[in-house]
């Protein structure tokens, strides 16, 4: 079948976060900017989703319900076929979202007062779940150099060697930055988390969204080692636009790492699962490959279109190539360097809603990020209203 992703689809009236008039007048400052900010995708689900929820809905009975063999599989096959790793159906435990596991891995792992290694600009969830659970940011920041994103390996060995520290939360890939860590640089940071007793969260939650010319590797897939020194994290939610389902995959192979954080999840009564989310994920991953295969094309155009239209209109600032995620981070420090100054431009004069660099901690002035999983036309009203406001304030 042939997905329609330049389809306009008004998401009012559909409870959509990333829409929503008031959360925007409260984050923005106007209900009429247009959103490329939250990362889930103006585009319809894969009609197998589609259809599996409708079927489950039409149903009439929404009971507690259970998650069957088939789940499992799908989780299992889906690993393996595209990601070649072999998992078992004991290691995986269900939560509702990827960031409630982390906050539930540091209530496993740590005490009050660890401190906990990022890699800024990252993910601002990271840093509240890391200061809401009583424990300390420890950045070492991303050095870029000037094309491309790369971990700063001797300032993190210099940080794992406090004994204070005993986690570190790898995004893979990463988000903002949108780099796909190489097996070399992933092999390169675990051994450095196993000679010093750091355990690895790995959010994998993007790990489907890679662009041509690059290729994803789990880091539990790497060694032994490295399966025994993590929890994986892996969900449908970015990689089929599924992220309202709430549905996540933590996959532990460690057994005793494992029953620590079955404790914290029974403690706090997790387990259950609404009927659509099972339906939606089983769907997603038996038969959702070819909508993900159109999206990636689809996805890629935009990435061009928004190389060309820089060049052309704003020609000092830059789309750092992205080798996965649909999160483009741009560079406007030609323009500004003053990162609050550019967010307020945008989201004021521009009256478009962004990620601003400066929420995902130090490395992140003079950039901002945009979610370009959305119909072309729709990317390119944004370029324009950005492209107007910063020409206006600079030339
Ligand atoms: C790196 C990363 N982790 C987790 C999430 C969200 O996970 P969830 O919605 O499953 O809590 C996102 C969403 O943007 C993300 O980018």
Not at 33 to 39: K, S
Not at 155 to 167: I, M, R, S, W
Not at 230 to 258: D, H, V, Y
């Amino acid at each position: 079948m042939k997905y329609d992703f330049d389809e306009i689809i008004d998401r009012s009236g559909t409870n959509s976060a990333k829409w929503d008039k008031n959360t925007l007048k409260e984050m923005f400052g106007a209900e009429d900017v247009l959103p490329f900010w939250v990362a889930d995708m103006d585009f319809k689900a894969a009609q197998p989703i589609i259809d599996a929820v409708v079927k489950r809905a039409e149903h009439g009975i929404y009971g507690y319900s259970s998650r069957t063999d088939s789940y499992y599989e799908s989780i299992i096959n889906w690993t393996k076929r595209r990601h070649g790793w072999e998992i078992e159906k004991e290691w995986i435990n269900f939560t509702p979202g990827v960031v409630p596991a982390i906050n539930y891995a540091i209530q496993a792992f740590c005490i009050p007062g660890d401190k906990i290694i990022i890699q800024n600009p990252v993910y601002y969830p990271f840093h509240d779940a890391i200061k809401n659970n009583g424990c300390h940011i420890i950045d070492s920041t991303l050095k870029f150099n000037g094309e491309y994103y790369e971990m700063d390996f001797e300032d993190f060995e210099n940080k794992a060697k406090d004994p204070k520290v005993t986690l570190f939360i790898l995004c893979s890939p990463h988000n903002p930055v949108s780099r796909v860590w190489t097996k070399e640089e992933l092999e390169k940071i675990g051994d450095i988390c196993c000679r010093n007793n750091v355990l690895v969260i790995a959010d994998e939650i993007h790990n489907d969204l890679v662009f041509s010319g690059y290729k994803h590797t789990m880091f539990a897939s790497i060694k032994e080692e490295f399966a025994l020194n993590s929890i994986t994290c892996t969900a449908p939610s970015k990689t089929f636009n599924l992220a309202g389902m709430q549905a996540s995959n933590i996959i532990i192979p460690n057994p005793l790492l494992r029953e620590r954080f079955q404790r914290i999840l029974e403690k706090n009564a997790i387990g259950g699962q609404n009927p659509f989310s099972i339906v939606a994920l089983e769907a997603a991953y038996n038969e959702g490959e070819d909508w993900l295969n159109q999206l990636l094309a689809y996805l890629e155009g935009n990435i061009e279109f928004i190389h060309e239209y820089l060049k052309k209109h704003l020609p000092k600032a830059k789309l750092i190539d992205p080798q996965g995620t649909y999160l483009g981070w741009l560079d406007f420090r030609g323009y500004e360097k003053d990162g609050k100054k550019l967010e307020s431009l945008v989201y004021g004069k521009g009256r478009v809603a962004l990620d601003g660099g400066t929420w995902f901690g130090n490395g992140g002035d003079g950039f901002i990020r945009l979610n370009f999983a959305c119909p072309k036309i729709l990317l390119k009203e944004g370029l324009e209203r950005i492209a107007k406001a910063i020409n206006e304030e600079y030339n």
